[in-house]
């Protein structure tokens, strides 16, 4: 037994001490912090840890179960994953940026009060934005901007709800919350923005392409798995939330579809995976939540598989739009053979980690008699499949020949994608290891004669209908345009609130200035002069001088009225 410390000090304090170091030694360093914060949280026992009074609270900084300890296991171990494929990198901002984007994703995921996580909560929100920033364009910094702005607004959301649950409850406990009140709604809508619901997704798409190469691995996993996670926490069980994911899973695919740039494709992939999960929290049952944690763990190794090998492809290229790629398994054949094990673990391929996840969230809609539900589950995975599972390699790697010949991707690059390839495979050969991480028994057998060729079906025929589609030229032409998404609405509505007080407003002060200097001129002519605020302004020292008699004089009849009584 070793002495612990929180999981997210390693992680924070740690990347603090990164600008100092220099050469083969950093990178050492870099390697072994998320080893060490691995080692300290396979040590910390199960309940509850550094305790800290703050007024009349307990601020707890370790609530240890088995859903934190999930989502401490694997984050460290995409910690890892991500570092290494980073670590051509001399950036150290980002480098910084991104350990401390993952520490306070644990913060929030050990926190056991509220006031705890909502600090670590808005840490996570500047970390990320850093990370956004760090890619030095136009257009990131534009999107960090509206990033950090949707995110404040949603913290503050989060913040009101926390301060009136506080006032309504008497405690700070981070536990089961639950739908009751407008603190709660509040709480809820927080949580929501940062697990990019319908029309609160917009910033999803918007920022995660601007990140940077290797930040990209940390922005596709912590924002939206820590609002899962938050969620499962407080709200499993809300009916509401089975219909929010069931959107989740359905809408992006249209978008994905007829999308050019693929990282914005694995954007809206990400909404659609993680309305799996919403929909499974909501659920609510022992299957269901199995179900969500281990499509989170699975779900964070193949998209971060898939989102590493579109950064090597852009390493390279310096391109990411579909209509200027092609070809690339002739110069970068390992890349395209990662790339295709992460797109049939997405796509739920027997024998890949989609395939022991996803379906359990499915069962647990099929045994609560939701049909409207599993089939729009059913339909999110067929559309995921044709923009993930083909989509992606087939327009990186094969489609039409960009002519591009370039190398293959940086060793450390190679090696993070080939680990994160290897679990991706053996989650889905032996998903017993996982299944045991899990927090409620698990009775469920993923390898059944019914569910194996039931999915393989479903992903043979929608491979056929994209080859007949691609065929018959019907499929819509990649094109280089911009999609319009539910944030038009409130951009356009921003503009139009700022005229509002740009025009009106301003012209409303112009002209009660104008009016009240008018007022003063006439009082100062009546009374036999020109007012100059210049000539009758009064020197400061004046007014400093009674204000302290004035202080002085009550201080003595105090002191009388004190002594007085003697």
Known sequence: ??????????????????????????????????????????????????????????????????????????????????????????????????????????????????????????????????????????????AGFRYLLVHVAGGLCLLAGIVLYVINTGSIEFGYIGLKDLATYLIFIGFGVNCAWPCLHPWLPDAYPESTITGAVFMWTFTTKTAVYVLARSFPGTEALIWIGAIMTAFPIFYAVIENNLRRVLSYSLINQVGFMVCGIGIGTALSINGTLSHVFCHILYKGLLVMSMGAVMYRTGKINCTDLGGLYKSMPLTCIFCIVGAASISGFPLFSGFISKSMVMEATALGGMNIIWFLLLFASAGVFHHAGIKIPYFAFFSHDSGIRTKEAPLNMLLAMGIAAFLCVFIGVFPGPLYSLLPYPVDFEPYTPFHVVGMSQLLFFSALAFTLLILSGIYPAEMRAINLDADWFYRKAGVAFYRFCNVPLNSFRLGAQNFLTRVVDSTAKLSGGVYDPVIHRRPMGLGIFLSLSLIFLFALIYMISIYGRF
């Open 1 to 142: 037994m070793i002495n612990t410390v929180p999981p997210a000090a390693i992680f924070i304090i740690g990347a603090l001490l990164i600008p100092l170091l220099r050469g083969r030694l950093k990178s050492i360093y870099l390697l072994l912090l998320p080893i060490v914060g691995f080692i300290n949280l396979i040590n910390i026992p199960e309940g509850t840890h550094w305790v800290i009074k703050f007024l009349d609270y307990d601020l707890v900084f370790g609530k240890v179960d088995r859903l934190s300890l999930l989502f401490g296991y694997i984050y460290h171990l995409i910690s890892f994953i991500a570092i290494l494929y980073a670590l051509h990198v001399k950036d150290d901002i980002q480098h910084v940026a991104g350990f401390v984007y993952a520490g306070s994703s644990l913060g929030v995921v050990f926190a056991g009060d509220l006031f705890s996580l909502y600090l670590f909560w808005e840490i996570m929100t500047f970390s990320a934005v850093v990370l956004v920033w760090s890619n030095r364009t136009k257009a990131s910094l534009a």
